[in-house]
């Protein structure tokens, strides 16, 4: 079974040496997906000071950025936000912003919501609170 590497035009360009989705096969497996926007560093609802550490965020802000990262590169792809079969989410604070990501989970996934695995870490690759690691079907 082939597989063939995915580089989005729509999404921000990956950290390191990767690809944002990799087809094998009817599946897509989307790299670590975040909220940055494309052809910048800003991230929206973040707020860093001069050396580059969080100040402050907003979560919400950062779940709606992501989504629509995770939507661009399945559409650009040949998938769609309703083929995702399972996600694993990554917080750097689950007590303060799992409620806000759940519910903005259930307001995106309310017809038919995939498997999930939600896991706080300490820290991401950039200054970000939340990434999406992703698995859809592709026709």
């Known amino acids: 079974m082939k597989n063939e590497s995915i580089h989005s035009s729509k999404a921000p360009e990956p950290v390191g040496l990767y690809p944002h989705a990799k087809r094998v096969g009817n599946l897509l497996f989307l790299s670590g997906v975040g909220p940055r926007e494309k052809g910048t560093k800003i991230i929206p609802g973040v ?28 559409e650009e792809s040949g998938s ?10 990554f917080l750097t604070n689950m007590k303060a912003d799992f409620p806000i990501y759940n519910s903005l989970w259930a307001e995106y996934f309310a017809g038919n919501p995939p498997c999930r695995t939600t896991l706080e870490i300490n820290c991401l690759p950039t200054p970000i609170a939340i990434e999406l690691k992703v698995i859809a079907t592709i026709d």
């Open 80 to 89: 769609s936000w309703d083929k995702i079969v399972d996600v694993t989410v």
């Open 47 to 74: 707020t860093l000071d001069e050396q580059g550490k969080i100040q402050a965020y907003d979560i919400e802000k950062q779940c709606r950025s992501v989504f629509q990262n995770v939507r661009n590169i399945l």
